[in-house]
């Protein structure tokens, strides 16, 4: 069916609307996406399989960590937002996993209470990291570096939300090094994601509200409209994603 701007527009802003929890459902099928050169669930059940003390880090409902199961004998998942802490609770408690109340970036645990700490597209404070595991302990984090999805942002005519080299994989492992951290992987990439018609766009940048900030389609209806009509004539609109990923140990003899 070939629906109309109106039409694909609406549609967008009803799924963002009726969103019970912050996901990408309405996208899955929609949108299609180049693989990451490397596979985080993967990386982390390995780290997983030699921990006894897991944290991870804004779970949000808790599925990834769900997936990872089975679990280590003390998991602690923390997470600020209320809508997703009952469901991350309804999903994670009966594998046995703590879920606390995040607020900030000030980690709700004790020093040293870890032995690996998992964070994906987390914001977290390095410090904080670093007194959560204990000596010898692993950090593993996969996260959006600031050149992501920046076609968007141009095509809009909009400014970027981050000036586009603040947050990148060697400003990442400086900062963990600084710490104290030994850095043992880090990797970063750009996949390609296809947008294959303005709904898919609108709700995008609905919900990633940071991309574009004090994005509305009305302010922006000129430059949707536009860009409707090139996606009909040329095909997909292709944006990169970025994305790094990093492993780092807290030394044994670290105090």
């Not at 009952?86 to 645990?109: I, K, S, Y």
């Not at 050149?147 to 994989?169: I, M, V």
Request: glycine share 6%; charged share 25%.
């Amino acid at each position: 069916m070939n629906l109309s701007y109106d039409e694909l527009v609406a549609d967008a802003l009803a799924a963002a609307d009726a969103m019970r929890r912050w996901d990408f459902d309405y996208l899955e099928g929609r949108t299609s996406t180049d693989p990451l050169p490397w596979s985080y669930p993967n990386l982390a059940r390995d780290a997983i399989s030699r921990s006894r003390r897991l944290l991870d880090m804004d779970t949000g409902g808790g599925e990834v960590l769900a997936s990872l199961a089975p679990l280590p004998p003390h998991t602690v998942a923390t997470e600020g937002w209320e809508p997703n802490i009952r469901v991350a609770r309804e999903r994670l408690e009966p594998l046995g996993v703590e879920v606390r109340r995040a607020h900030g970036e000030t980690l709700p645990v004790e020093d040293g209470e870890f032995d690996l700490v998992l964070n994906r597209h987390a914001a977290f404070d390095v410090a904080e990291v670093w007194r959560a595991l204990a000596p010898g302990g692993h950090f593993l984090m996969q996260q959006v570096g600031s050149r992501n999805d920046l076609e968007l942002n141009a095509a809009l005519g909009a400014p970027p939300a981050l000036e586009p080299d603040s947050d990148t994989c060697a400003g990442a492992v400086a900062g963990l090094e600084r710490q104290g951290f030994q850095v043992l992987e880090a990797v970063e990439a750009f996949p390609a994601v296809r947008f294959h018609n303005i709904a898919e766009v609108v709700y995008q940048l609905t919900i990633v509200s940071w991309q574009a900030p004090g994005f509305d389609v009305t302010r922006y209806d000129a430059k949707l409209r536009e860009l409707d009509r090139r996606i009909r004539a040329e095909g997909p609109l292709v944006v990169h994603n970025h994305r790094y990923i990093i492993r780092a140990v807290k030394p044994d003899d670290a105090p």
